[in-house]
Nanobody, 126 residues
């Protein structure tokens, strides 16, 4: 059974940084593209960044985070990382990682992934 687990969420001040981790269990990360989604309070879940399987290249599902957020993967550790920099209160929300098959490629809509983690809370506040 494939499971994903996020960690690293926290309360951080505006301008601060966080590193979120997504670990996949029960399978090999190399088989999947991993998309980070976020869900702000009262809003729909939206894609942020994706790490493609194979070359691990990045797909900016939400182009507005370019220059502040980056994604990286370590297939040997079965982990994908989301680096969040220069955070603002608008970045507050639950951050979830989701896996889609290598053949399907990056998920850009919440209906597309095969597997989901439960999320980790990021709160940006002074």
């Amino acid at each position: 059974q494939v499971q994903l687990a996020e960690s690293g969420g926290a309360l951080v001040q505006p301008g601060g940084s966080l590193r979120l981790s997504c670990t996949i269990f029960g399978s090999n990360l190399a088989y999947y593209a991993i998309t980070w989604f976020r869900q702000a309070p009262g809003k729909e879940r939206r894609g942020v960044l994706c790490s493609r399987s194979g070359d691990g290249s990045t797909d900016y599902v939400d182009p507005s985070v370019k220059g502040r957020f980056t994604i990286a993967r370590d297939n040997g550790k079965n982990q994908v990382y989301l680096e969040l920099n220069n955070l603002t209160p608008e970045d507050t929300g639950v951050y979830l990682c989701a896996a889609s098959s290598a053949g399907r490629g990056c998920a850009t809509h919440p209906t597309e992934p095969l597997y989901w983690g439960r999320g980790t809370q990021v709160t940006v506040s002074s």
